[in-house]
């Protein structure tokens, strides 16, 4: 991995409106180094995703909990960690949203949609820390070259 020029850490309580203000910052952040619109789009999304399902799920909104997150960022990528004080999960355990029976399930598609939209998805520990990565595409380095 390349060196990072930018880093970040903040542990946040377990409330949706503190988990929107670091995706705010980092995005921000992105958006300053001029990543296209596309990467901000999928990092913005998988860091939302990711914040909320550590305040939600992780650590069931208790504000007493707090969400850890950490990120380096650098010409050409973006690295997240995000760790919750919750009891973790098996990624395996988790239906897969675009079965025909889970379909009309009203969660479900946030994992997917991280490992769909992040170049890396890891899930460290007992389930309650993930990290992702953002290679910065292609097309983008070298409109900032």
């Known amino acids: 991995m ?4 930018w880093s970040y850490q903040a542990k946040i309580e377990s409330l949706p409106e503190k988990g929107c203000e670091v995706v705010g910052i980092l995005r921000d952040q992105l958006e300053s180094m001029q990543w296209s619109a596309e ?3 999928k990092v913005h999304l ?10 939600k799920h992780g650590n069931d909104r208790d504000p007493s909990k707090n969400v850890t997150v950490e990120c380096q960022i650098g010409e ?3 690295r997240v960690l995000i760790e919750d004080e919750g009891i973790g999960f098996a990624r395996e355990t988790i239906p897969d949203p675009t079965a025909s029976e889970n379909l009309q399930q009203e969660s479900g598609r946030g994992l997917t949609i991280m490992e769909n939209f992040m170049t890396q998805v890891t899930y460290h520990g007992r389930g309650n820390v993930i990290e992702m990565i953002k290679v910065r595409s292609k097309a983008d380095s070298e409109n900032t070259a």
């Open 39 to 41: 990467d901000l789009f």
């Open 76 to 78: 050409d990528s973006f």
């Open 2 to 5: 390349e060196n990072f020029t």
């Open 46 to 55: 998988s860091l939302e995703e990711a914040v909320m399902n550590a305040i």
